[in-house]
């Protein structure tokens, strides 16, 4: 089955597909073999099926990766529309996923398979966007590994809200629970982190709201790391 034209347009939002006009990704995928599937909130997107490595995009709906451990695990990533996931395993080493993904919402992801990504390479401006992704996935991972081993709560968490506002003046809305999960922070110490920083006027807190006041200031209070 062709795939949508609004399918197609999600996907220009992904790097992959950077400099790609929506013809020229309908062309692509023709040479891929996609195809989508949906899946309902809180579950689990597979990585895999019949056994076979997949990529997976997102074309509508949101998901969390989780790590993958015995409970929920911490949160490592939120993916989006135009968000992909599964790159590593098609390409990585070991075949065990150490993550997991799950719905928040019902979820629509057009999946491709390894040997038919394979195909996708020999277009040369796909095989470079491909190579400027996982350049970025490396630096997201430093980052993350920065946040988590911050040598203090305010200092992880300034850093968090500082790369999520991107250095501006923005709200940032989440449940305080999944802050803290995502951060690695009991909830204690989350609440008394975000004390701090609205204490030395860098953030103002209202309800489930955090407003980030001084960008500047707060970038400096990151870099304690």
Known sequence: MPIQ???LS???K???FSS???REISLLLQKGNAY???FPPLREIPFQKNGAARIGFLLSGSAAVYARKNG???????LVPGSCFGVAQLYGAQQKVPTRIECLEETSVLFIGARDFDELLCETKFSKNLISFLADRIRFLNRKICAFTAPSAETRLAFFLWEKSGG???VIQDSYTALAR?????RASLYRALEALENEGLIRKDGKTILITDPKRLEKRSENL
């Open 168 to 170: 501006k003046e923005t």
């Open 36 to 38: 989508e599937e949906r």
């Open 72 to 78: 929920k695990g911490a949160l490592l990533n939120r």
């Open 14 to 16: 992904n790097r992959l």
């Open 5 to 7: 034209e609004n399918s």
């Open 20 to 22: 790609f006009s929506i």
């Open 182 to 186: 995502e951060l690695s922070l009991g």
């Open 10 to 12: 999600v996907l220009l």
